[in-house]
């Protein structure tokens, strides 16, 4: 097994709305927003579905290494629910190997609400469910001592139990990668996030405002100087402006791809990571890993939804 990710099992329920609504519920455009049970159905119950698909953001990510024809695996905590049923039925035909034994749980399987606007913005509202319960017991040690790395999401990161989860995952791994996910997420767990990145991941992904927000940076020559310092592979999209792998003296590009009809962001960071992983864990150059993660970001972005055909 190349690639383990470990992550929030969560239920993409993707819908289109105008900035209106954003306004009208309060909700900030870009970002994600948990929220309980009963203000995600009171959510739901005024918008179309267009979409329903296997999601959260690792998964996403290890669905599109499969697809790449990499031998991946995911972890994540999901109830023996109708939704919990069709999150695995999901991964199984993607051919990700699902490690968990899904049981009867009183929480149901975490559900997200992914609100496009007319901009191609994604805002996400979350019901972890289950998802947000993930323990240390819940892992699968053999697989994750058996795979040349793991994956994870910094969503996943949550005092009590994931936290746990997340440890463990971190002990057990032969190499580790994660995602900063979310500025939100970032300013949240700022100075537990700093250490992740500077003492403990091998491979850092983040955008430019994630990145930022963790250092402080006034500027994105700043961003230069730490990931320089860092010593580790600190991978940052800028969007429109490309994407810049930094690893100690060595910088390296990778132009956007241009005249894209973008009709949706969701999953563009985690078809980026990806194409990047890809790359990477079958000893190709930086450049080489930096040029697959946009060739998939950039298809990801023509389509509703953060899943290839």
């Given at each position: 097994m190349k690639i383990i990710g470990i992550g929030n099992a969560i239920v993409d329920v993707i819908c289109k709305i105008n900035d209106q609504y954003l306004i009208d519920n309060e909700l900030t455009k870009s970002t994600m927003k948990l929220v309980d049970e009963n203000e995600f159905k009171k959510l739901l119950s005024t918008l179309k579905i267009e979409e329903t698909v296997s999601g959260g953001s690792v998964a996403n990510s290890m669905v599109g290494l499969s697809q790449l024809g990499n031998d991946v695996g995911f972890i994540g905590k999901i109830n023996n629910d109708d939704l919990g049923k069709k999150y695995e039925e999901g991964l199984t035909k993607e051919k990700v190997q699902y490690f968990y034994n899904k049981k009867e749980e009183v929480t149901p399987t975490g559900t997200c609400l992914i609100l496009i606007t007319p901009d191609s913005e994604r805002t996400m509202v979350t019901f972890l469910g289950i998802a947000g319960k993930i323990n240390k017991q819940d892992l699968n040690e053999k697989a994750i001592k058996e795979s040349k790395m793991i994956f994870l999401e910094g969503y996943l990161w949550d005092e009590g139990e994931p936290k746990s989860?997340?440890?463990?995952?971190?002990?057990?791994?032969?190499?580790?990668?994660?995602?900063?996910?979310?500025?939100?997420?970032?300013?949240?767990?700022?100075?537990?996030?700093?250490?992740?990145?500077q003492n403990k991941l091998d491979v850092t992904f983040a955008n430019e405002q994630e990145i930022k927000s963790l250092i402080d940076a006034k500027n994105f020559e700043e961003v230069i100087v730490f990931g320089k310092e860092l010593g580790k592979l600190l991978i940052v999209t800028r969007?429109?402006?490309?994407?810049?792998?930094?690893?100690?003296?060595?910088?390296?590009?990778?132009?956007?791809?241009?005249?894209?009809?973008i009709v949706d962001l969701t999953g563009a960071g985690d078809l980026f990571a990806a194409g990047f992983l890809h790359g990477y864990i079958n000893s190709h150059s930086i450049k080489n890993s930096l040029e697959k993660g946009t060739e998939m970001s950039s298809k990801i972005i023509q389509r509703i939804g953060a899943r290839l055909d």
């Open positions: 989860a997340f440890d463990k995952a971190m002990s057990l791994s032969n190499s580790k990668a994660m995602s900063l996910s979310d500025q939100f997420c970032v300013e949240r767990h700022k100075a537990n996030f700093l250490d992740l990145v969007g429109e402006k490309g994407s810049i792998a930094i690893s100690k003296d060595e910088v390296i590009e990778c132009n956007s791809k241009k005249d894209l009809k």
